[in-house]
């Protein structure tokens, strides 16, 4: 009886992976300001396997990190490699920070979405609207601050950066916030459960 039993299992296990992976995911893009709390909120998302997430992963012409994997963390090349793919228009968005490229494979996105994937892809303003524009389906969710003295507050306890950093931050969030009028939805993180119960709705709904 207990083979049976896990025989049934196994085939209703296989069964829910079939039609899940026949329906298509969504991707969902979210941006906010430095200090807002992103990946906190984001690490919170990722506990609850419902919502069947997984992050874009991107390519980058960055030294591979002695704790990093390739095509985990992210896409090593070279710029060779990441000039090609540009010239091949593989990528969705690209970028350079600190004298490296930074992209988003449309390949891997494409790929994790017909595997009935939610794709969520982390990324600032401008990158976002690039994507938008390319992928106007695509969800995006602008995370708040609850004004921008509590802002300065979170940069300040974490007590990792100078008082010159904090101000360019702040000064560059003022500019981003400018931007939040284009994207589907704002949510405002005052309270991180509150937030990430918010967003949960919005990935469970699958509405624009």
């Known amino acids: 009886m207990g083979k049976l039993v896990d ?27 430095s200090g807002v709390g992103k990946n906190t909120v984001l690490k919170e998302l ?33 710029r ?26 449309k390949k891997f996105v494409n790929d994790q979405l017909d595997a009935g994937k939610n794709v969520i892809l982390e990324i600032e303003v401008k990158g976002a609207l690039k994507v938008m524009q390319i992928m106007p389906e695509a969800i995006s969710i602008f995370i708040l601050p609850p004004s921008l003295e509590e802002l300065e507050a979170r940069l300040k ?7 010159d950093t904090i101000f360019q931050r702040l000064k560059e969030a003022k500019n981003e ?27 469970k709904s699958g509405k624009k």
């Not at 990722?46 to 095509?71: I, P």
């Not at 916030?177 to 990935?203: M, T």
């Open 7 to 33: 025989k049934i299992k196994s085939n209703h296990e296989k069964l829910h992976a079939h039609k899940h992976a026949d329906k298509k995911g969504k991707l969902f893009i979210i941006s906010g300001v």
């Open 177 to 203: 916030l400018r931007y939040q009028e284009h994207y589907d939805y704002n949510v405002i993180n005052d309270n991180v459960d509150d937030c990430v119960s918010e967003i949960k709705k919005i990935i």
């Open 46 to 78: 990722f506990k609850d396997e419902s919502l069947h997430l997984c992050y874009s992963v991107s390519m980058t012409t960055r030294h591979m990190r002695f704790n990093e994997v390739n095509g985990v963390n992210y896409f090593f090349v070279n």
């Open 80 to 105: 060779e490699q990441f000039q090609k793919a540009i010239d091949q228009d593989e990528l969705l968005e690209y970028a350079e920070f600190c004298d490296n490229l930074y992209g988003t494979p």
């Open 157 to 163: 306890n974490r007590g990792t950066e100078s008082d």
